[in-house]
């Protein structure tokens, strides 16, 4: 009996030890999982705080000049993965100098703002980082006025020889080129002024400091009404460019320049009611191509032959042909040639000046931004195909925050442009993206803000290709 107790009592001891070590592996286990919630900390403090380091850095860039009194300008950084990328937005003086770093984490789908009279007070180069490639920067500036402009971050490289058509109004006073250097490599640039009939007139070279930033007045180089165009192309070293045309003190418009193509669109244009219209088309083929130009309006459609000078310069008003109606309301213009061209449309009314660039159909993904800087503003999604088969497109919209708000499915007829409202879909959310899809379809499409008791067009955006 004794000998029983005893082996009774021992195993009850090996029971109470067995529950000592089960009592001690949980003790680990919830100490695993402290450590667990603390690395993760530690790395969401470290995506968060510390800049991005990747073996594939994606950078986006954008030139800045100080805004006028009044004025405001603001960075827009949206993304496209669906993954919510981190990203550094780094900013330099016009020397070069770096001045302050903003690290941000993007929601997925979303978008934040950013303004950049917090970080950089003078004249520069911003620069965006990040690990995604499809990540999209947009600078926007808003005058005294509410007339705004947007000009996107461009890719470094993206091309390697630009153009810029230097036209202005003679009721404007400067012509801007704006250059900048997004990689830190300090190229020397090279500028090639031509007139309107094509004669180069000017040779100049710039050397950029690395990082750095150059604003020129391109009239120095040659009158106003004389000169034609300009192309730039860098040595040793990518740049970013873009031109801005300005009325006193107020920017009428700034344009990325651009790689040519050989078919282009402009998606409305008007005459009539005091409008004064140019249609500048220049040839960047050095061969002077034979060009077509279709202005089509609800009235019908007239097409006319043009033969550019080499190197040169054509002024169109549309205005000016007896066959088209001379009250066009939001017109549409085809322009087509053999070899590659630039084009842009000029439209002054009592009002104000207009400006159009001439894009080229994009059949792929698109985006555009929403943005509602006011409570009086209002926003018309402009859709226009330009293929010879009607067109289904669906449109998805997101918030700031990344939330799908809602989704329309549209049929596009050929050359039949369809205008939408797209406030309603945001609720009173002045930010967000809209995602354009068409199968094989070839699209214009853009965004105008206009104010709601003038009636006045305040700004526009041209959607673009997801990466």
Known sequence: ????????????????????????????????????????????CILYFVPVVC?????????HLTPARNSRTFLLITDLSSLGPVVNAVFYDDEGREVSVCHKLLPPNGKIQIDVENYLQSAGTIILESSSEQIAGEYWQINENGAMFMLPFQSPGEGGRYFVNCFRFSSCTSNLLVLSDPNGDGPEVQMEFYD?????????????RPHGML????????????????????????????????????????????????????????????????LVITDTSAEGPATE????????????????????????????????NSNVDNGIIH???????IADYWEKNLQAVYYTPAVDAIGRDLFISHFSPFDETRNLLSLLSVGRKSAKVSIQFYCNDGRELGTKELSLEPYKRVDEMVDGYFGGTRL????????????????????????????????????
């Open 215 to 278: 604003a020129f007045e391109v009239n120095e180089y040659a009158p106003w009404d004389v000169l034609g165009k300009v192309s730039i192309r860098s040595f040793r070293g990518d740049i970013v460019l873009h031109y801005r045309q300005l009325c006193g003190d107020k920017v009428v418009f700034a344009a990325p320049a651009r790689l040519p193509a050989r078919e282009l669109f402009i998606d409305r244009f008007s005459t009539g009611n005091k409008i004064t219209g140019s």
């Open 1 to 44: 009996m004794q000998d029983t107790r005893y082996r009774i009592q021992d195993t009850g001891y090996r029971i109470q030890d067995a529950g000592y070590r089960i009592q001690d592996a949980g003790y680990k286990i919830r100490d695993t999982g402290y450590r667990m919630r603390i690395l993760l900390f530690l790395v969401i």
């Open 432 to 467: 967000g993206t809209i995602i354009v899809r068409g199968a094989n379809a070839s699209l214009v499409v853009t965004s105008h803000i206009f104010d709601i008791e003038s009636g006045r067009r305040l700004g526009r955006a041209q959607a673009r290709v997801i990466r």
């Open 335 to 341: 322009i087509s040639s053999r070899t590659g061209i």
């Open 55 to 63: 073996a594939m850095c994606h950078t986006l860039s954008v030139g």
């Open 293 to 324: 130009i279709q202005f089509l309006s609800d009235s019908g459609a007239e097409l006319s032959e043009k033969l550019l000078p080499p190197n040169g310069v054509m002024l169109i008003d549309p205005g000016d042909y007896p066959e088209i």
């Open 196 to 208: 309107r009939t094509g004669e180069l007139i000017k040779i100049a070279r710039k050397l950029l």
